[in-house]
């Protein structure tokens, strides 16, 4: 069997919020430090990134971040995100351009997600059909117009589908429409799943909370996508990723260390 060759796991960012927006009514008053992480693989097709981060320059910039964050303040403080957290900086020390990532994969379009495109040029991007429709529709608070003004060139997808040798796409709807995990098959450790925002924290998993936003309120479908991934695991032997979780992430390799 083909499999992917190794990742890093990427500190792009961190936010701090209010538990809620992880928690589905659980964690009101109490605001929690996040990590912002992108993923990088090689496969033996190319190398792929799974989301992005943040657009820096809405960060660094006083004017532009206070007319992108402060309207979602109190929930949400301004991310916060260095020059050597851009993903450019990450491809550097590895030797690498942005021009050699054949394929940015989006999770979804949210702006801690999808934001990081702008550092990316040209590179090829895939999303699902359903998220952008819904980005587009303007009823997403967390997505920011201007970035997704060039989604008509991107690649839409429909469903699951394998993105390269051990690299598989995997559906799982509730945060978002058209939100998607990913399933990673490494050549020596055990499969990866990255469940993205459809699991933010351990706690997600492990008592199948949803998480605190969920598109027009579909708490149910976002709990099924969890037992989904749950259920994926236990037939793949794969480990579980979540996304926003401080305490996990820093059990994972610190960059520029891989996971194989």
Not at 157 to 173: C, D, F, K, N, R
Not at 194 to 213: H, K, Q, S, T, Y
Not at 236 to 256: G, Q
């Amino acid at each position: 069997m083909t499999r992917a060759l190794r990742m890093w796991p990427l500190l792009t960012g961190v936010q701090r919020y209010e538990k809620i927006v992880s928690t589905r009514d659980r964690g009101h008053g109490q605001f929690i430090e996040a990590p912002i992480l992108a993923y990088l693989i090689e496969s033996p097709n190319g190398r792929i990134l799974y989301d992005v981060g943040c657009d820096y320059t809405k960060i660094a910039d006083p004017q532009r971040s206070a007319a992108f964050f402060t309207p979602l303040q109190p929930l949400f403080e301004t991310p916060r995100m260095t020059p050597d957290q851009r993903i450019p900086h990450y491809l550097q020390r590895l030797g690498l351009r942005p021009a050699d990532i054949d394929v940015v994969f989006l999770g979804h379009l949210h702006f801690d997600h999808a934001g990081g495109c702008g550092d990316l040029p040209g590179c090829e991007v895939h999303v699902h059909r359903d998220e952008l429709a819904a980005a587009r529709s303007g009823l997403d608070g967390g997505v920011f117009p201007d970035e997704i003004a060039g989604a008509d060139h991107w690649v839409q997808q429909t469903g699951e589908y394998t993105l390269a040798a051990g690299v598989h796409a995997i559906m799982s709807p509730g945060h978002t429409v058209g939100h998607m995990s990913m399933l990673i098959e490494l050549p020596r450790g055990r499969p990866v799943i990255l469940c993205g925002d459809a699991a933010d924290l351990a706690e997600n998993l492990d008592d199948e909370v949803a998480p605190g936003f969920c598109w027009q309120d579909k708490t149910a479908l976002a709990v099924e996508s969890i037992r989904k991934l749950k259920a994926l695991a236990r037939q793949e032997d794969a480990e579980l990723w979540p996304n926003h979780d401080f305490a996990f992430f820093r059990s994972l390799p610190a960059f520029p260390q891989w996971r194989d």
